[in-house]
T-cell receptor
Framework: DAGVIQSPRHEVTEMGQEVTLRCKPI?????LFWYRQTMMRGLELLIY????????DSGMPEDRFSAKMPNASFSTLKIQPSEPRDSAVYFC?????????????FGPGTRLTVL | AQTVTQSQPEMSVQEAETVTLSCTYD???????LFWYKQPPSRQMILVIR??????QNATENRFSVNFQKAAKSFSLKISDSQLGDAAMYFC?????????????FGKGTKLSVKP
């Protein structure tokens, strides 16, 4: 398996533009997580899905952020409109289950820069 | 709410020596899992080792081992025979064992440098 795939690896955009980050989880994994990493706040959960259904979106910072999982092999995280404070590395991760010691496998991340 | 604290923003070790990274956490749960993840400059998050809270025996993975002190809520990582490839950010993480909340809660990380 190729692991968790994220695209793009790098994104540079201007304030006010729409940004879409993409993730393909490992085949067969039922859980998908979106994390954001910044110097100030570290790694924090934005949202996670179970069987394509959003379970916890309490980490989504505001209405400008939205996430979807239309099928088991694809998820998007959209920011509209983007702001400079959204600059961060966004990670997607997947796991077989969300409980216990099941490993979360991380993608390589998308580095987003909003000018 | 659960929290994870890594009090050492940076650490340095000489190649072939041993280094210990500290982690403490706060939870009211009795059953949970703890993890150490490594993040090299490539940004890829890699699982190093995991510990089940109900197991008293400390987990080991080759040169990596943990010192799990449940009463003290402490979970340190020991790296023996340090190698240049061990240089990375190391994150301690917590996850509940039961319930619907399956996400990882991370510490702020420790940057480890390995000197040749």
């Amino acid at each position: 398996d190729a692991g968790v795939i994220q695209s793009p690896r790098h994104e540079v955009t201007e304030m006010g533009q729409e940004v879409t980050l993409r993730c393909k989880p490992i085949s067969g994994h039922d859980y998908l997580f979106w994390y954001r990493q910044t110097m100030m706040r570290g790694l924090e959960l934005l949202i996670y899905f179970n069987n394509n259904v959003p379970i916890d979106d309490s980490g989504m910072p505001e209405d400008r952020f939205s996430a979807k999982m239309p099928n088991a092999s694809f998820s998007t995280l959209k920011i509209q409109p983007s702001e400079p404070r959204d600059s961060a590395v966004y990670f997607c991760a997947s796991s077989l289950t969300a409980r216990g010691g099941n490993e979360q496998f991380f993608g390589p991340g998308t580095r987003l820069t909003v000018l | 709410a659960q929290t994870v604290t890594q009090s050492q923003p940076e650490m340095s070790v000489q190649e072939a020596e041993t280094v210990t990274l500290s982690c403490t956490y706060d939870t009211s749960e009795s059953d949970y899992y703890l993890f150490w993840y490594k993040q090299p400059p490539s940004r890829q998050m890699i699982l190093v080792i995991r510990q089940e809270a109900y197991k008293q025996q400390n987990a080991t993975e080759n040169r990596f081992s943990v010192n799990f002190q449940k009463a003290a809520k402490s979970f340190s990582l020991k790296i023996s025979d340090s190698q240049l490839g061990d240089a990375a950010m190391y994150f301690c993480a917590y996850r509940r064992s039961r319930g619907s909340q399956g996400n990882l809660i991370f510490g702020k990380g420790t940057k480890l440098s390995v000197k040749p």
